[in-house]
């Protein structure tokens, strides 16, 4: 699917609504639809009601649960949040606050399991957060050591949002079963992709959302084994909706999308999966090939749309700003406030340039081999300009050597050099490598294209400063304008020496 030359390759952030799914939605809306409140006792209520629960059955059909067994959320972020805080602060309000009560989790998880873990820490319960293996996935054996006699909760997802890691939830399931501990599931990458079966898995809870798969945003669901039902504390009052445990008016609309969606879902899944897997290994053929290329989805273990590669010595930032015609989401840090490449990528063992450098792509129904192989084209014309650009070495040109000035490194982000000819008094050539930020490397080319011509005693092109002034750069990138600088210092510095060198010889 590509829109005004953009192709669309982050299907594992949203997806579109089918539509069917928005023609479905559209009859719950205006007064000839069922706009009834399903709480309502009158015709335009059970009007609404009966929709809601034909949805219900849909969403329970898609995990092979009850329907009575699911209860509706605003998506999987509250879904999460209701599993881990509710279940653990109703297992301390029946133990007692004295008892200790433990849960355990993953490094590797969404932060919409991680906050409320972390938030579960700070009102005083246990929490283990595993690390997984260099795959990104939990070994049972690793679960099965960190159950103590307390533990009442396993959180553990279903697929990786980032490398696509499956995850092995039958073997966790039947660990959590024999130990008495709640496995609950975080499947927003899975549900409709993967097959699912909540008893068969020994999954006590899960979570999922409509808008990973072609339904709409703003509506997902948990489900709740029946026996936990009873012990799982709500997070909002009033009213009493969803068995007392998410009050709020039902939004019929949501519902019934979300519905239409998992059955369209259940109906493409087998077929979809299998092409989406060889529109991956299409992809993975093309750009695997480069050199550096580092795969951080297991592949054997993956979801079937999802490819997350790294491209060593290649600054993330950059190559995700020159590949303007895919829409893709990267580990790079630069548009995250922790300035931390992403958490998933660090705790399976890749460095912070690894991590930074990593693009995931992730293919859905609109997805063709004619995008992946404008993806695949895009990739490598990026990867071999920011290589060449980087390049460690000086040019060979012994007879007519040009001077040179350096400054920074890979490992801070940032490493500049730029060679120049002189003739006389002033500079004849001027050309750069660069590894770093976008900005950075503007910069760069921008100097490069001013120098020759100007006197390299004082060429008068100001610094840094006037730099992110003439840009409007955020102050942050002083620092690595900085570093040009410093290069360009220690270029027009050798400059000086060298002639100063030919004028004692010639004086
Ligand atoms: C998208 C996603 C979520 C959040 O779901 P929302 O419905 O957007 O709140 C949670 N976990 C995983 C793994 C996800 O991919």
């Known amino acids: 699917m590509s829109d005004a030359g953009t192709i669309y390759l982050d299907y594992a952030a949203t997806t579109p609504v089918d539509p069917q799914v928005a023609a479905r939605m559209a009859e719950c809306l205006t007064a000839e639809g069922a706009f009834g409140n399903p709480a309502s006792t009158h015709r335009y209520g059970r009007e609404a009601r009966a929709l809601v629960e034909a949805a219900r059955a849909q969403v329970a059909a898609l995990i092979v649960a009850r329907a009575s067994d699911v209860i509706f959320t605003s998506g999987a972020t509250e879904a999460n949040n209701l599993a881990i805080l509710g279940l653990a602060r109703g297992a301390r309000a029946a133990r007692g606050a004295s008892q200790a009560v433990h849960v355990i989790s993953s490094r590797t998880e ?10 579960l820490e700070r009102e005083g319960f246990a929490v283990t957060l595993l690390t997984p293996e260099d795959d990104g996935r939990v070994t049972p054996a690793q679960l099965r050591a960190a159950l103590r006699p307390e533990t009442v909760l396993v959180s553990l997802m279903h697929a990786n949002n980032e490398t696509g890691a499956i995850q092995d939830i039958a073997a966790y399931g039947a660990l959590c079963r024999a130990h008495g501990a709640a ?63 998410r009050s709020g008016t039902l939004a019929v609309h949501q519902i019934v999308g979300f519905g239409a969606a998992c059955e369209l879902a259940a109906q493409r899944m087998a077929a979809e999966s299998a092409r989406q897997a060889q529109l991956r290994a299409r992809l993975w053929a093309g750009i695997g090939s480069l050199p550096g290329a580092l795969l951080n989805s297991p592949l054997e273990h993956c979801l079937p749309g999802l490819l997350n590669v790294s491209f060593a010595g290649i600054e993330g930032e950059s190559l995700l700003f020159g590949l303007a015609e895919l829409a893709l989401a990267s580990g790079s840090a630069c548009n995250s406030d922790s300035d931390e490449p992403s958490y998933v990528l660090r705790a399976i063992g890749r460095d912070r340039e690894t991590a930074q450098s990593a693009l995931r792509f992730s293919l859905g129904r609109g997805s063709s081999n004619e995008d992946i192989d404008v993806a695949v084209a895009a990739v490598r014309r990026e990867v071999g300009r920011l290589r060449a650009l980087a390049q460690d070495t000086l040019a060979q040109d012994s007879v007519d050597a040009p001077v040179a000035g350096e400054a920074g490194s890979r490992e801070t982000g940032t490493w500049v050099r730029f060679m120049l000819k002189t003739a006389g008094a002033r500079i004849a050539t001027a050309t750069h490598q660069a590894y770093g930020c976008p900005q950075t490397l503007a910069i760069c080319e921008w100097l490069a294209a001013q120098l020759p011509g100007r006197p390299w005693l004082d060429p008068g092109l100001g610094g840094a400063l006037d730099w992110v002034r003439m840009r409007d750069l955020p102050a942050d990138r002083l620092t690595r304008l900085l570093v040009v600088e410093d290069a360009l210092r220690a270029a027009l510095g050798a400059a000086e020496r060298q002639g100063g060198a030919r004028s004692t010889i010639g004086g």
Not at 110 to 119: E, G, I
Not at 197 to 211: E, N, Q
């Open 183 to 245: 496995l609950h599931v975080d499947a927003a990458q899975s549900a409709g992709k993967l097959a699912i079966d909540v008893k068969a898995m020994g999954i006590a809870l899960l979570s999922f959302t409509a808008h990973k798969l072609y339904g709409p945003k703003g509506i997902g669901a948990l489900y709740v084994e029946p026996a936990h039902r009873v012990g799982l504390q709500p997070l909002q009052f009033g009213g009493g909706h969803e068995r007392g445990v």
């Open 110 to 119: 969404h932060k919409a399991v991680l906050d409320p873990c972390r938030q």
